[in-house]
């Protein structure tokens, strides 16, 4: 029996799992309208690679990754795509994002699925495959796969499955296990494959004991171990279930790979297995739809569905609703477009009824109780960095380690006062993070201007000396040459011009003495040549000092 | 004791001569605080000369309308002057960030706009239509005055999802009596 560890704080949400887990994963209905946004990772959007009225397969790539840190995105269906543009998204900022339409034909005709022997194939290989088939981190930060297992130089000694799911209603993961469990620790195998770890852990919460069940019965005989932790909100942080399972800490500012343990999903596992054994790249996911719904239910639907397509599988939401949270109660964020589409990060789908969740009392002043701090996860003082970002003292909040806040809501459950601390914890990151981007906003502006005035310098530099070089080889001709008939002819010509103008100015000024003419020799069309002659002289006349510069 | 105090003296001749230092330091420290739009609205060619010139005392510290009060503020802590705001207003916040948007059919292709920009944001040959890279452009306005058909306008940058800034939380009090 492995020693568990206790991280610090952590509260106790009733959990609401129950209502979604009695019934087995249903499979959605294929929609009419599929609505793909090329945003469902961190990192660089993927760049559409299809065009409207285009005929896609089911799983044929639409949107490519560019960027390493970037992930591909698929036709969930076969069908024609009808538009590309800008549409609604579940995201907390409800601003739109570009997303792809496909209007669906009904055939999920599938592209040629090739799987892959990861067993054979060259590591880079397995992870390329990975990136063109969209496989993220499914457990909420949807961070490219790929890029988490290409650890470098750094010996991964843990492989951690998080199964915990702590957050209060989501049973998405544990219905997942229940019934998928040989293909979850097929997609393990891949990732140990892949990095090598010495021991691999599948941490599962303890109110879950038919997934564990399920789980431990795929795992035989392949040393993987299942470890069951108990009930105790947020074992599902990837800090926090390292804590527990390992007892080693990952130090402020940095990452898990530097203490040797890589932490993964397992719903991420079960779409390894997908694409790199059977060809097909992440085009759908197992989704809660609960709260105040008729019939609550886990749903295997395609990526794109609209979400309010799910609220009418689900039963349809009560009369009573008054908005819908995408995510737990805990850590979720409210959606007030039932237009926007299922998206990769989508794990759960809950209705909102005053009933279900009362709304919280008014706010009274901070009193000082450090609650939040004996509450807090990440061993934070909530009530200072409260302070601090209520006060806009940036500096200082950053100074106090806000950005090791994981957001995870512990201490606005437990506040005697009511204050909505995570809100404040979020609007100081947001402003953090666009000083930052400011500052390099800044400075690319420097380089650019520091640049301009660096190339105009030479420009400068370099027209002179062509015209010294101009100049000089002119002289040089004249003087080899003194008696040349085409120069001749031309300095006189010149000289000719000169003249007739100077007779022609003479004439004007003697014949129209009061009316003050502007200069006769512009406007007229016989002098234009004149004004082209006269350009070599001037010329001439700012050489000559060009060349006296650096003699 | 005389030796001592030339062996002294030659050791901090030689540290003056070889740690020298290279222009005001001072100038760096205002300069990276400064919005580099380049734009010349505090009277300055740039923001370098400003830098030099606040650094000098030799202009005031709310001379910048980009960066507006929160860079005043910041340059006041820099230098241990009392903060003054921008325009006197206490409220000047800077303006929402724009960026500069050439009318395609009204250009004519003169290169006017491409001498000014400081900051080589737009692109463009002559008698061929020019456009703006709404990236690098930092809003200074210079292009605007230069047009001949005044085809340049100024719109502000739409909010997008990674651009997106969290509001300030207000929330609720409890009433109390």
Redesign the interface.
């Known amino acids: 029996m492995r020693t568990l560890h206790k991280f610090h704080g952590g509260v106790h949400p009733p959990d609401h799992k129950t209502e979604s887990s009695r019934l087995p994963i249903a499979a959605a209905p294929l929609p009419q309208r599929l609505i793909v946004p090329l945003?469902q990772h961190i990192g660089t959007p993927a760049t559409p690679i299809v065009k409207v009225g285009d005929h896609v397969l089911k799983g044929q790539m639409i949107g490519a990754a560019d960027d390493f840190i970037s992930a591909a995105v698929h036709a969930p269906t076969s069908g024609i795509i009808s538009a590309i543009e800008i549409h609604a998204?579940p995201?907390p900022?409800s601003?739109p994002?570009l997303c792809i339409t496909i209007v669906s034909d009904g055939d999920e005709r599938w592209i040629e699925r090739q799987p892959l022997d990861y067993r054979t194939a060259d590591p880079d290989a397995v992870r390329a495959r990975l990136r063109d088939a969209g496989i993220v981190g499914l457990g909420g930060a949807v961070f490219p796969t790929h890029v988490k297992l290409s650890p470098g130089q750094q010996k991964i000694k843990t492989l951690i499955l998080n199964g915990a799911e702590c957050e209060p209603w989501i049973t998405s993961d544990d219905l997942l296990m229940r019934e998928r469990a040989a293909e979850i620790v097929a997609g393990i195998k891949i990732m140990a494959h892949l990095i090598q770890p010495e021991e691999v852990l599948i941490g599962i919460e303890d109110n879950k004991p038919e997934a564990i069940a399920a789980m431990q019965a795929a795992c035989q005989s392949t040393g993987f171990e299942v470890v069951t932790v108990p009930v105790l909100y947020p074992s599902g942080g990837e800090k926090q279930l390292i804590k527990m399972l390992t007892g080693k800490e990952v130090p402020s500012g940095q990452r898990t790979v530097n203490i040797g343990v890589l932490c993964s999903n397992t719903g991420t596992a079960y779409t390894m297995h997908r694409a790199v054994d059977h060809g097909e790249p992440v085009i759908s996911r197992i989704v809660t739809v609960t709260g105040n719904v008729t019939k609550p239910q886990n749903f295997e639907a395609l990526l794109g569905t609209p979400l309010g397509e799910l609220v009418q599988l689900a039963g349809g939401a009560r009369p009573d609703t008054s908005h819908y949270l995408i995510g737990g109660p805990m850590m979720g964020f409210g959606l007030n477009n039932l237009d926007a589409p299922l998206t990769k990060a989508t794990n759960c789908l809950i209705a909102v009824s005053p009933a279900l969740f009362p709304p919280k009392?008014?706010?009274?002043?901070c009193i000082r109780c450090t609650q939040c701090a004996q509450a807090c996860p990440c061993n934070l003082q909530p009530q200072e960095l409260f302070w601090f970002s209520q006060s806009k003292n940036f500096d200082k909040a950053r100074a106090y380690n806000l950005f090791d806040c994981i957001e995870c809501g512990c201490c606005d459950y437990v506040c005697p006062s009511h204050?909505?601390l995570v809100?404040?914890f979020?609007?100081a990151k947001?402003?953090i993070a666009?000083q930052d981007?400011?500052i390099m906003?800044?400075?690319?502006?420097?380089q650019?201007?520091e640049?301009?005035q660096m190339r105009e310098k030479r420009e400068r530099a370099e027209k002179a000396a062509r015209m010294a070089e101009k100049t000089a080889a002119a002289r040089a001709a004249a003087a080899a040459n003194p008696d040349d008939p085409v120069a001749a002819a031309k300095k006189a010509a010149i000289q000719a011009a000169v003249e007739r103008a100077k007779a022609k100015k003479a004439e004007a000024v003697a014949a129209l003495s009061p009316s003050p003419q502007p200069s006769p020799t512009r406007g007229e069309g016989a002098n234009e040549k004149g004004a082209c002659f006269d350009l070599p002289p001037s010329e001439q006349s700012t050489a000559p000092e060009n060349n006296t510069e650096p003699s | 004791m005389i030796l001592l105090a030339v062996i002294l003296g030659a050791v901090l001749g030689y540290a003056s001569i070889k740690f020298r230092v290279e222009g005001n330091p001072l100038v760096e420290k205002v300069e990276a605080i400064l919005p580099q739009t380049q734009c010349g609205q505090c009277g300055f060619a740039g923001c370098r000369p400003y830098a030099e010139a606040v650094a000098a005392g030799e202009a005031e510290i709310n001379q910048c309308v980009p960066g507006g009060n929160n860079v005043a503020k910041h340059l006041a802590e820099l230098l241990g002057v009392e903060f003054k705001p921008v325009g006197g207003e206490e409220d000047f916040d800077h303006k929402p960030k724009m960026v500069a948007f050439i009318d395609e059919n009204t250009c004519i292709g003169c290169t006017a706009c491409i001498k000014v920009c400081p900051v080589d944001a737009i692109v463009g040959a002559t008698k061929l239509m020019h456009t703006i890279l709404a990236d690098p452009c930092t809003g200074c306005e210079l292009c605007i005055p230069a047009c001949p058909v005044d085809c340049i306008t100024m719109i502000p940058v739409k909010e997008n999802v990674t651009t997106w800034k969290r509001q300030f939380p207000i929330f609720e009090l409890k009433k109390v009596a």
């Open positions: 945003r998204v995201h900022s601003l994002d009392p008014a706010a009274m002043p204050i909505p809100s404040f979020r609007f947001s402003e666009t981007r400011e906003a800044a400075e690319q502006a420097k650019r201007f640049f301009k």
